[in-house]
């Protein structure tokens, strides 16, 4: 059974850092695309980051470009956003999905399996 699991959520003052934590079974992390997203009140779901099945390749949304950071530890099978400046945009539940392919893309629905999210609040 596909099990994600969120963790590293909180309130944090803008400028500040948070990292976030998905914990994955352990098939799905070798072999499938992971993907980073986040949801606003009133706003639908968009995405933040991706990280390939294999290789060095990472994927940013704009918005986070420069900020945030998506890596993989293989030894704790969990993915990790690493956000540094945060600001009061930056404020949404985050959730961490899985693709059944070896590539990320930045469509929710190209995403089969998804955590139960995390919250983040950035306050000004």
């Known amino acids: 059974q596909v099990r994600l699991v969120e963790s590293g959520g909180g309130l944090v003052q803008a400028g500040a850092s948070l990292r976030l934590s998905c914990l994955t079974s352990?098939?799905?992390?070798?072999?499938?695309?992971m993907g980073w997203f986040r949801q606003a009140p009133g706003k639908g779901r968009e995405f933040v980051a991706g990280?390939?099945?294999?290789?060095?390749?990472?994927f940013y949304a704009d918005s986070v470009k420069g900020r945030f950071t998506i890596f993989r530890d293989n030894a704790k099978i969990t993915v990790y956003l690493h956000m540094n400046s945060l600001k009061p945009d930056d404020t949404a539940t985050y959730y961490c999905?899985?693709?059944?392919?070896?590539?990320?893309?930045?469509?929710?629905?190209?995403?089969?399996?998804w955590g139960q999210g995390t919250q983040v609040t950035v306050s000004s």
């Open positions: 999905a899985v693709r059944p392919f070896a590539t990320p893309t930045t469509r929710p629905g190209d995403y089969n399996y």
């Open positions: 352990g098939p799905i992390f070798s072999n499938y695309a």
């Open positions: 990280l390939p099945a294999s290789g060095p390749s990472t």
